[in-house]
């Protein structure tokens, strides 16, 4: 299934990473108590649902990607707007993993339908410089890991300074061989 995904510009790139400018984005987004393992599974059923229909319009919200996810040591607290969007990014917060999805760029904060599960909330994040690293492979917690301290080296050598926390971005269904995967970690440059 071909998804489109969020417009950005290349600023720099190299053979570790590249960095992006992208423009404001709309998120729908909930919250999972699980671990970072089973995080994007569990989110997938509850944001798929707001975006196949189940919203107060039943209004049909094409798929995007990625899916991001954060972890809830990797960022603070903070209360979230309700608001609609897709793109499945990973996140965690204090209560668990944040999963996101984007929404396509033909939605805004004021057209989106408002969902019926009070699980998912919608959210404009403002425009933001960040730096990739891309990887293929496991969606596990120890890749994860693995590739974002290899990732933080090659930026500290760059003298790349970065802000909060990292999100984890999946582009690929579950359904795809896992050595094929696209897998990307986002951390924010510091402006």
Same mark, same amino acid.
Do not use: C
């Given at each position: 299934?071909?998804?489109?995904?969020?417009? +950005? $510009?290349?600023? $720099?790139?190299?053979?570790?990473?590249?960095?992006?400018?992208?423009?404001?984005? #709309?998120?729908?987004?909930?919250? !999972?108590?699980? %671990? +970072? *393992?089973?995080?994007?599974?569990?989110?997938?059923? !509850?944001?798929?649902?707001? !975006?196949? %229909?189940?919203?107060?319009?039943?209004?049909? @919200?094409?798929? $995007?990607?990625?899916?991001?996810?954060? &972890?809830?040591?990797?960022?603070?607290?903070?209360? !979230? =707007?309700?608001?609609?969007?897709? @793109?499945?990014?990973?996140?965690?917060?204090?209560? %668990?993993?944040?999963?996101?999805?984007?929404?396509?760029?033909?939605?805004?904060? *004021?057209?989106?339908?408002?969902?019926?599960?009070?699980?998912?909330?919608?959210?404009? #994040?403002?425009?933001?410089?960040?730096?990739?690293?891309?990887?293929?492979? &496991?969606?596990?917690?120890?890749?994860?890991?693995?590739?974002? =301290?290899?990732?933080?080296? *090659?930026?500290?050598?760059?003298? @790349?300074? $970065? @802000?909060?926390?990292?999100?984890?971005?999946?582009?690929?269904?579950?359904?795809?061989?896992?050595?094929?995967?696209?897998?990307?970690?986002?951390?924010?440059?510091?402006?």
């Amino acid at each position: 299934m071909a998804v489109s995904e969020s417009q +950005f $510009t290349v600023e $720099t790139k190299n053979e570790k990473y590249e960095i992006r400018a992208y423009d404001a984005t #709309i998120v729908a987004e909930t919250v !999972i108590e699980s %671990g +970072f *393992d089973q995080a994007g599974n569990r989110a997938f059923r !509850i944001l798929a649902d707001y !975006i196949f %229909g189940k919203n107060k319009s039943k209004a049909k @919200i094409e798929m $995007t990607a990625p899916v991001a996810q954060q &972890s809830p040591a990797e960022r603070p607290s903070e209360k !979230i =707007a309700m608001t609609a969007t897709v @793109i499945q990014t990973q996140i965690a917060d204090q209560r %668990g993993q944040l999963v996101q999805f984007t929404m396509p760029d033909k939605w805004t904060m *004021d057209n989106l339908p408002e969902p019926d599960d009070s699980r998912v909330h919608l959210r404009k #994040i403002p425009p933001r410089k960040v730096a990739v690293h891309s990887y293929s492979g &496991s969606w596990s917690e120890s890749r994860f890991r693995s590739e974002l =301290a290899l990732f933080k080296t *090659d930026l500290e050598k760059n003298n @790349i300074k $970065t @802000i909060g926390e990292p999100i984890f971005a999946r582009f690929d269904s579950p359904f795809r061989l896992w050595f094929l995967r696209r897998n990307e970690i986002w951390l924010e440059v510091s402006p």
